[in-house]
């Protein structure tokens, strides 16, 4: 499988402070990788490290199987990349707003191109519309939009659904897992929310500290831990005395005064529900929750 992304010992230091320590990481062709950790973790610092804004104190970073500090210019030719908060001429259009972005990078300014990227990031119904009364998700897309004016086959998000309501980060979700599958682009999407990358990232890696935790497959990485799940109930007392001779009491986290909270496997959830639903208990909502916090607490007590 062709490495896209080679990082190896990769270290940046401001002064006293490390911010990102001996990095290793590998990212492949056609993944959706999640890059995660808590806020300060190094993410940032990586990323203008891969996109060229800094430079390392040490480390090498290759990207399509080439150095990037040799091979700058040829390399980012093929890289599309959000870093903060996308920045648009408030005034006007979000077309036109494409056209001057696409004119100063040398890009493919022709209205068929411009209506296709609008189209791609589900904005050309309002390509004609001031970026001013734009939404933040609507503007992050057309951010998104940018990334893409040069057709890149890499392309690199920082934290895109930050401040966005549930349905703003679902539509970032849909467009991230679209240009996948559809536009077979490769995806380094930075987070500190481990949902919403398990939502679309096939794999991932973990740092704190600017140094490595885990990497590996989503779907290992996820199975190997377990969740915190809520189950609302009706009838706290009864459910309480039917669990309390089973096996399903050493699961119990807390009660509420309409909530247990169990610790469980994936493949525990539904037998539990099948256990309180025969013995008339009424579910009425079953809530897994997995945060970053908790499953990186959960990596080192292991010593991960």
């Given at each position: ?283 009425h909502s079953i809530v897994p929750k ?15």
């Open positions: 499988m062709q490495k896209v992304i080679e990082v190896q010992n990769l270290t940046k230091k401001f002064k006293e402070l490390t911010a990102v320590n001996n990095l290793d990481l590998n990212v492949y062709r056609g993944d959706i990788f999640g890059f995660l950790g808590p806020n300060g973790a190094g993410k940032s610092t990586t990323i203008r490290m891969l996109t060229t804004l800094i430079n390392p104190s040490s480390g090498t970073i290759k990207i399509f199987d080439k150095s990037l500090k040799q091979n700058r210019n040829e390399i980012l030719r093929k890289v599309g990349a959000i870093v903060e908060k996308p920045d648009f001429y408030g005034y006007l259009s979000a077309y036109k707003n494409l056209e001057i972005l696409g004119q100063i990078s040398g890009c493919d300014t022709s209205n068929k191109r411009i209506m296709e990227i609008l189209e791609t990031v589900g904005l050309e119904k309002r390509a004609k519309s001031k970026v001013k009364t734009f939404s933040h998700g609507m503007k992050q897309r057309l951010g998104l939009g940018q990334a893409l004016l040069h057709d890149p086959e890499l392309i690199i998000l920082d934290e895109p659904t930050t401040g966005l309501d549930p349905q703003g980060m679902k539509e970032i979700r849909e467009l991230i897992i679209h240009l996948s599958k559809e536009k077979q682009k490769t995806i380094f999407l930075s987070s500190h929310i481990l949902s919403e990358v398990e939502l679309v990232a096939n794999r991932m890696i973990i740092i704190n500290k600017g140094t490595t935790v885990v990497e590996g497959t989503v779907q290992d990485l996820l199975n190997a831990t377990h969740l915190k799940v809520t189950f609302e109930i009706n009838e706290i007392e009864k459910t309480k005395s039917l669990l309390a001779e089973t096996q399903w009491q050493k699961k119990i986290e807390s009660f509420g005064d309409y909530q247990i909270l169990f610790l469980l496997e994936k493949e525990e959830i539904a037998p539990l529900n099948k256990f309180l639903v025969e013995r008339g208990i009424g579910v997995r945060s970053l916090e908790e499953y990186f607490l959960l990596l080192t007590e292991k010593g991960t």
